[in-house]
């Protein structure tokens, strides 16, 4: 197999799981995600997330919000101690 080869199958196989990464954030899988589910349990279910952002309150209370995001949709669920708080978010 030559180099040329190795590479197109390489970009198959990325493309492939950018589809299949992406393809996770739908309305049924978010109805699966409820408070007190951990970090890992929502990865589970919808993937790592397009960004995240973590932060505290008056020094008191941390929390990380994870955003998934897609052409047509913007999720954001909230975690507070590693466990679920909020979720929101709209499907168009």
């Known amino acids: 197999m030559n180099m040329k080869n190795i ?7 990325a ?3 950018l589809v299949t990464a992406c393809s996770r954030l739908t309305e049924d899988n978010l109805q699966k995600v409820h408070n007190g589910m951990t970090t890992d349990e929502v990865k589970a279910i919808l ?8 932060g505290s309150a008056l020094g008191i209370v941390s929390g990380t919000t ?10 954001k669920i909230t975690f507070v101690d590693d466990k679920v708080i909020a979720t929101e978010g709209d499907f168009k």
């Open 15 to 17: 493309a492939l799981l």
């Open 66 to 75: 994870y955003v998934y995001h897609t052409d047509t949709s913007d999720v």
């Open 47 to 54: 993937g790592d997330p397009s960004s995240s952002q973590t």
């Open 7 to 13: 590479t197109a199958i390489l970009f198959a196989v």
